[in-house]
């Protein structure tokens, strides 16, 4: 290999490492590396920033678009009102859940479909009287089955359908045609997520067992009427840096204050609500002027339109990981207060202030209305969703909403327009009919996702220019013995694997001209190989950092890194079967 072969190669094995074990972000290593590419000259500046002109990637934006205005306007709360209902057998709520997720993320980002349907699934799984933990890992592998049915259905599927369009014009492929290969494989999947993998699913302890009852992580107390503190600061009162107990809250005259700040004045008869240990609780017994609470139910359990109960997912790329919470400034950085902190499903006990939060912790906090919104689309929570008080979403729009996502899909389908063209039209219809907002359209993209997405063109302008992309395909071809059925099960097994340590859309875009390649050299038809990159790439159920819907649902759901290896497992090889034995059926071999 020439010189700048050997340091793409170099360069792009590092990325790898980079992703998978440490706190950086996808899009910031993937972004270094071309840096680092274009600094030692193995790529030019066009090909740096050629993935900022590719067509599925701005694809991909707008129809991010169009799922913001869905879930703007209640699209996606409507269908769950309506197909969830009151099953009386937990086959039966499993085929309710299954079905409308796997089919609304056809053609939807299954993201913010997780991420609408898993408070949903929560409250539903409660009035049922049936464990959530049963319903949200099914959730999030329906979800990734429904997104291999069309193009639409992954950012995946329209990046990889972007790059075989750059480089072979004549092989674009209609929005359903890989529902030949999807639509089985989803069959198969939901399936076994229906008959077996309930079987497999352990007990375990989710969010509704977890934070049941305030009385376990709260303290409540009272401002004596006639004691020393009346009309004295929280800090000039002691309560502002108690060792292990946080002043979240004071409940006065049927108001609340949120978020208690320091020079806070103190009422007779206010009630204070303090997050901690009921062992701390010796510390607020010994400050004069505090006699516990005489009111019986537990203020958390009140809604006050001044303040929110919010559950929040931490993600890997949270600024907090490994930090204690008390050292990190949490409150003032993010306006909320930490009442409790779970893990695994069980709530983790001790001082609050010196737990180091995890990726998957969910935080039960306390916050001001506003902090929803502004918080949202925040990397640092893969989640956040209101435990009470929340406003029922305006549906006057959203059958409006879908009718423009309907049309996109025709348009798309049919021919009329490309799909870029299509989801361009329907993104500018939803702001002008307002649908959506130009706020809520710019908070709604994902711009890690977008850019991961250009950076990883980079690289593989890297590999493919340098020459190292056909020197890796002269080995994939030598351990597959000529063979291009061998070669197609080599090129799914190492997607599968790359996708369950970075994220699918790096993994797809870094091996496709390494693919590509291969697939030239043996002198067949480069379809196959493609669609085996797009299922590949998707195909993410063995760890719950492979995909992230498995992530979101992980801390919800109180599971361990070992249930998505059993649950998983078996799922994997069922898709692998599946997509392998269709693929050179529906595009052999020889075009």
Not at 119 to 136: E, K, N
Request: charged residues 15%.
């Amino acid at each position: 290999m020439s010189p700048d072969a050997w340091l793409a190669l170099t360069v792009v094995l590092a990325v790898f490492p980079l992703m998978a074990f440490t706190r950086l972000g996808p899009d910031m290593v993937l972004l270094g590396a071309v840096v680092v590419l274009l600094t030692l000259g193995v790529i030019d500046a066009d090909q740096a920033l050629g993935g900022f002109s590719n067509s599925g990637l701005f694809t991909v934006a707008f129809m991010y678009v169009l799922v913001t205005a869905i879930r703007q306007t209640g699209g996606i709360d409507v269908i769950i009102r309506v197909v969830l209902g009151r099953p009386s057998t937990e086959r039966g709520a499993l085929a309710r859940l299954l079905l409308p997720v796997a089919g609304m993320s056809g053609f939807l980002n299954n993201t913010p479909v997780v991420a609408t349907y898993i408070p949903a699934v929560i409250s539903w799984s409660r009035r049922l009287g049936m464990p959530s933990h049963r319903f949200l890992m099914p959730l999030s592998f329906a979800s990734i089955l429904g997104g291999t049915v069309t193009l639409f259905g992954t950012s995946t599927n329209l990046v990889v359908h972007g790059m075989l369009t750059s480089r072979y014009p004549e092989l674009s492929m209609g929005l359903f045609d890989i529902a030949w290969v999807g639509v089985p494989v989803a069959v198969v999947g939901l399936i076994y997520l229906w008959w077996l993998a309930p079987r497999l699913l352990p007990a375990r302890r989710g969010l509704a067992q977890a934070f049941e009852n305030p009385r376990e992580f709260t303290i409540e107390m009272e401002v004596d009427p006639k004691g020393p503190l009346i009309d004295k600061s929280v800090e000039e009162a002691g309560l502002r840096h108690l060792q292990e107990l946080f002043l979240v809250e004071i409940e006065r005259e049927g108001n609340i204050v949120s978020v208690v700040g320091p020079g806070e004045k103190l009422k007779g008869g206010d009630r204070l609500v303090f997050a901690g240990t009921s062992a701390a609780a010796v510390e607020l017994q010994q400050i004069r002027g505090l006699i516990p609470s005489r009111q019986g139910e537990s203020s958390l359990s009140k809604d006050f339109k001044e303040r929110r109960l919010v559950e929040a997912v931490v993600s890997d790329q949270c600024q907090f990981v490994g930090q204690r919470i008390r050292d990190g400034h949490f409150r003032t950085l993010y306006g909320a207060a930490v009442l409790a902190v779970c893990r695994n499903g069980e709530r983790v006990a001790g001082n609050l202030g010196q737990i180091r939060l995890q990726p998957a912790d969910v935080l039960l906090l306390e916050a001001r209305p506003p902090f929803i919104e502004r918080h949202r689309q925040s990397r640092d929570f893969l989640l956040i969703s209101q435990v009470n008080g929340a406003a029922r979403p305006v549906h006057e729009k959203a059958w409006l909403a879908w009718a423009i996502l309907v049309g996109v899909v025709a348009l798309a389908s049919v021919g009329v327009m490309s799909m870029l063209n299509a989801a361009m039209l329907g993104a500018a219809l939803v702001v002008i009919s307002g649908c959506c907002s130009i706020g809520a359209a710019k908070r709604g993209l994902d711009t890690q996702v977008l850019l991961t997405i250009a950076a990883s063109f980079g690289l593989g302008a890297a590999l493919e220019s340098s020459g190292a992309a056909a020197y890796l395909a002269g080995g994939a071809l030598g351990l597959a013995d000529g063979n291009p059925l061998l070669l197609l099960i080599g090129t799914y097994l190492l997607v599968a694997l790359l996708t369950e340590l970075v994220t699918n859309n790096a993994a797809a875009v870094i091996t496709f001209p390494i693919v590509m390649a291969s697939a030239e050299s043996l002198g067949v038809n480069p379809m196959p190989f493609v669609v085996a990159v797009m299922f590949a790439a998707s195909a993410s159920f063995l760890t719950p950092i492979g995909y992230q819907t498995n992530l979101m649902v992980y801390g919800p759901g109180g599971y361990r890194f070992g249930d998505f290896l059993r649950v998983g497992g078996l799922l994997n090889l069922l898709v692998a079967a599946v997509a392998l034995l269709l693929i050179p059926l529906i595009w052999p071999f020889t075009a």
